[in-house]
């Protein structure tokens, strides 16, 4: 299915900083080839300082070659430079913006309908829609307008309300996307389509079939240069919040009652809002946290986290796993176990369902069904059953079914290609709603506030290592385990 699109205009507020260079701009110049960008559309960067419009198209040119390395078409690359322009917004000056209006509004040059991507800090957000606002620049009289605020939509419920009610002084729901770059992954997309275009899966996907569902996020990479970032932020909020909780809410959705945005977006909120809060009076069993500690990854010798950051007093963690509750119909008592990490022995995004025993058991510890849907690196979805092994005696051991969801030939497209193009289709199903960015925070907002009050040292992992031993504690019986894209000797129970 392909939508159609107005013309527009797309005005990058942080055109000068690392994302814009490496997803943006690329990201931008990549639509343009496969012809999805509208005929006339243009793109104002919006950067602190004065640059003219030659070196900033070249500078354009340059992030292109960077990223698509030998591969650029020339012909798509002028028609793409052609759309680029540049504006210096000088935050003292008072007049940055009248002025800005004037460019803009000239509609010889710019389709008038408007998106704003803020890749700034989110101090910023809630000003820079002040300032557009102040000159008419957000008013949808004629022409449509939107803005994209990027990830984190505040960094607990309380600032995640004032920044909605900041935007909102100026803005309408339809015209606020909220970035989180999962949903821009086909891999993300895929989990609701698989689900419900296939009739084998819907009749088993829930409580009486169910044993327990596992949304697992694992990096090998650490926090590298982001340790301030990182000590202020902690895995919780950086992943469980946004990408690992949108993963759970497509996974555990009922089907929406239409394909629609705002179909989609309430299925999703509504999942979201019957998660059981957790106990922070039992957090112990529900929530488990550790930080990296030296090891190795890759045959590399890499430091703790507590060496990077230079402060052996935080008690930030770098590795995050819950319990949680789904209290509806569909999942009544069913666990779901999610965790994030850096600094683990596999990087690996997948959702892990383990079924309920089977009805005939013939060996010792046979093992159950588990149904695989891996998103990255690899996408595909595995299941494994039992089955005979051939020869005179009766015993079972586990098959596998396993398919690559992608083939060879199939296009890659980078998340922020997809939420560009979705931006200027006006689809925002695959951005949040204020109402998800909210029951997130809700859920884990207690939770980061009991960790950061527990000024206990932080268990360690070896960086490099599997789950520290000491989380199954948050594991409802005793036969449940970590599972890892590859069954590991000791997991095949
Ligand atoms: C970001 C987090 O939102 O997502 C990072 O801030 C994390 O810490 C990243 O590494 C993971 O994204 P991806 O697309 O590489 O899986």
Redesign the pocket.
């Known amino acids: 299915m392909t939508k159609k699109m107005d013309s527009c205009t797309l005005v990058l507020f942080g055109a000068t900083g690392n994302l814009a260079r490496v997803k943006l701009y690329p990201g931008l110049y990549r639509l343009d080839l496969l012809g999805r960008l509208p005929d006339n559309m243009k793109i104002m960067g919006v950067g602190r300082r004065p640059i003219d419009l030659a070196q900033w198209r070249d500078g354009v040119i340059e992030m292109v070659h960077k990223k698509f390395k030998g591969h650029v078409d020339q012909a798509v690359l002028d028609r793409f430079i052609a759309r680029n322009f540049y504006q210096a917004n000088a935050p003292e000056d008072t007049q940055a913006f009248a002025k800005m209006k004037n460019i803009l509004t000239d509609e010889s040059i710019f389709p008038q309908n408007f998106a704003y991507f803020l890749s700034v800090r989110p101090v910023d957000f809630g000003p820079i829609v002040e300032e557009l606002t102040q000159v008419g620049l957000t008013q949808e009289d004629q022409y449509w307008r939107r803005v994209v605020v990027e990830?984190p939509f505040g960094t607990d419920l309380a600032s995640a309300k004032a920044l909605q009610a900041s935007l909102t002084k100026n803005l309408q729901e339809h015209q606020i996307y909220r970035i989180d770059?999962y949903l821009g992954k086909s891999a993300l997309q895929n989990i609701l389509l698989q689900r419900f275009t296939n009739t084998i899966l819907e009749p088993l996907w829930n409580k009486e079939y169910i044993d327990h569902v596992q949304i697992t996020n694992t990096?090998k990479?650490g926090v590298g240069d982001r340790t301030e970032f990182y000590d202020s932020t902690g895995a919780l909020r950086?992943?469980i919040q946004s990408?690992v909780l949108q993963t759970l809410a497509l996974t555990a959705m009922e089907l929406p009652t239409d394909l629609s945005p705002d179909g989609i977006r309430a299925a999703k909120i509504k999942v979201l809002e019957q998660i059981r809060p957790i106990p922070v009076d039992a957090l112990e069993k529900h929530a488990f946290r550790a930080q990296y500690a030296a090891g190795e990854v890759d045959g590399e010798k890499v430091a703790g986290y507590l060496e990077e950051l230079g402060n052996t007093s935080s008690v930030v963690e770098t590795y995050a796993a819950l319990k949680l509750f789904i209290d509806n119909p569909r999942w009544q008592g069913v666990p779901f176990y999610i965790r994030t990490a850096k600094r683990l022995h596999e990087a690996d995004t997948r959702i892990a369902i383990r079924f309920k025993k089977a009805p005939l058991q013939i060996n010792d510890g046979q093992a159950q069904n588990w149904l695989i849907i891996g998103i990255?690196p690899r996408e595909c979805i595995k299941l494994e059953v039992q089955s005979k092994v051939p020869g005179l005696d009766i015993n079972t051991r586990s098959i596998e079914l396993d398919a690559d969801n992608r083939k060879s030939e199939d296009d890659t497209v980078d998340a922020y290609e997809a939420l560009l193009l979705n931006l200027m289709q006006g689809d925002n199903a695959n951005y949040l709603h204020i109402s998800e960015a909210e029951a997130q925070w809700r859920l884990v907002d207690p939770v980061v506030k009991a960790w950061a009050e527990d000024r206990n040292p932080v268990h360690q992992y070896a960086a490099g290592s599997a789950d520290p031993k000491a989380s199954k504690v948050i594991f409802e019986s005793e036969d449940q385990f970590w599972r890892y894209s590859i069954a590991l000797d000791g997991d095949a129970h």
């Open positions: 990830k770059h990096e990479l950086d992943m990408h990255q």
